[in-house]
């Protein structure tokens, strides 16, 4: 589900739970229910659909999410919290809000984000062996954001703030391209041991 609602809307409501979790010391719990609760978003079509569509009623969706935090035990902050979405008619900007809440939280403590692109799922130990290889090469803790990129054919591309890693097959092959088309140079086998 994709939200319309600004990044900086999206902001300003994470900030703003944030500031009242931390004001709770709440801030973990909040964190819990909502990774519970976007574990509930990915495993049931209809929840998503229920939050992302304004067709359904301002009442039906203020009885789903009171239901929803009743049955998951969510902490009164988390609860009225999810209450003001429906209220402002913003539950589809729930996801967006998820995302900008575990951002905000993993930089006020020092964690750095790092998005991998790979060309196919990666395994949970593949995820951990890639935080652990980058946090100890720029330590510092970080979180890691996966997609999954066909296009890439292989490898990966690892993105850190402004910094850029392509070291995917597509790039190579790009380069190895650029190098074969330069070959009438006398210096063909230093071109291509530079691509590899």
Known sequence: MTSSVSSVVLSRYAGALIDLAEEAKAVEKVQK??????????????LASVISSPLISQQKQENIISDIAKKAKLHKLTSNFLNVLVENRRLNALEGVIKSYNQEM??????????????AKLTSAQEKEFQSKISGAIGSDVSIETHVTPEIMGGSII????????????RKLERLGSALKQSSNSNTNQNLKEVV
């Open 33 to 46: 229910d909502f990774a519970d609760i976007a574990a509930m978003i990915a495993g049931s079509d209809d």
């Open 106 to 119: 993993s930089k006020r403590s020092g964690e750095v984000s790092v998005r991998v692109e790979t060309s």
């Open 159 to 170: 993105t850190i703030g402004s910094y850029m890693i392509d070291d995917s097959v597509r």
